[in-house]
């Protein structure tokens, strides 16, 4: 069975900094894609990045970046020049492609922007 | 923007009570889910949805719970007999494609938060 852990519940971080959170997940299968979804307080989760599993080269969506280890089995998310509207918690998720349509989540990390 | 929207945001209900959880997708989705997160653990998918049928439901998803389409437009959740142990923040989400494959999104709504005491 796959899981996903994120190791830190907490982070906070300076506007203007960068912050990386941290993903680790298990899984045997060797295709398979990974997320990191943004739930702000109060409102939706909403993707913030994907990556294929069969795809060497780390996503790279504006500010958000993500370092893919494959072998490692790690996918954390860098955030670069951090704005105030990126307060929130941040969900590392895992699908194994084909035959299901189900994300598998981390417990999550709630990230503070502080001024 | 389109986006899912659910009702109630809160309800909070006795322990053995029917509860409805609503959700309205994005209109133009065919592809419907439920996720739940009781509080300080993971988001657990429960169901996927797709033609008016289950597609795929998690070991959760057991017979106290059903899932509906029932106008075209609603997506519900009902909980037949409530416990306690359903106490957790309930998403419902939508997807244009399945499998996610294709966009990598699925678009979710704020959550009704379930209390059952």
């Known amino acids: 069975a796959q899981t996903v852990t994120q190791s830190q519940p907490e982070m906070s971080v300076q506007e203007a900094e960068t912050v990386t959170l941290s993903c680790t997940y298990d899984?045997?299968?060797?295709?398979?894609?990974l997320f990191w979804y943004k739930q702000p307080p109060s409102r939706q989760m909403i993707l913030v990045i994907r990556?294929?599993?069969?795809?060497?080269q780390n996503a790279t969506e504006n500010r958000f970046s993500v370092n893919f280890q494959k072998a490692a089995k790690s996918f954390s998310l860098k955030i670069s020049d951090s704005q105030l509207g990126d307060t929130a918690m941040y969900f590392c998720?895992?699908?194994?492609?084909?035959?299901?349509?189900?994300?598998?989540f981390g417990t999550g990390t709630r990230l503070q922007v502080f001024p | 923007e389109p986006e899912v929207t659910q009702t109630p945001s809160h309800q909070v209900t006795q322990m053995g009570q029917e509860v409805i959880l609503r959700c309205v997708p994005i209109?133009?989705?065919?592809?419907f889910y439920w996720y739940r997160q009781i509080l300080g653990q993971k988001v657990e998918f429960l169901v996927s949805?797709?033609?008016?049928?289950?597609?795929?439901k998690s070991e959760i998803f057991d017979d106290q719970f059903s899932v509906e389409r029932p106008d075209g437009s609603n997506f519900t959740l009902k909980i037949r007999s409530t416990k306690l142990e359903d106490s957790a923040m309930y998403f419902c989400?939508?997807?244009?494609?399945?499998?996610?494959?294709?966009?990598?999104?699925?678009?979710f709504g704020e959550g009704s938060r379930l209390t059952v005491l």
């Open positions: 989400a939508s997807s244009e494609y399945g499998q996610l494959v294709i966009t990598g999104e699925l678009f």
């Open positions: 899984t045997s299968e060797s295709n398979y894609y």
């Open positions: 990556q294929e599993a069969y795809k060497q």
């Open positions: 998720a895992f699908m194994k492609p084909y035959n299901t349509d189900k994300l598998i």
């Open positions: 209109s133009n989705h065919l592809y």
């Open positions: 949805f797709y033609n008016n049928e289950i597609s795929e």
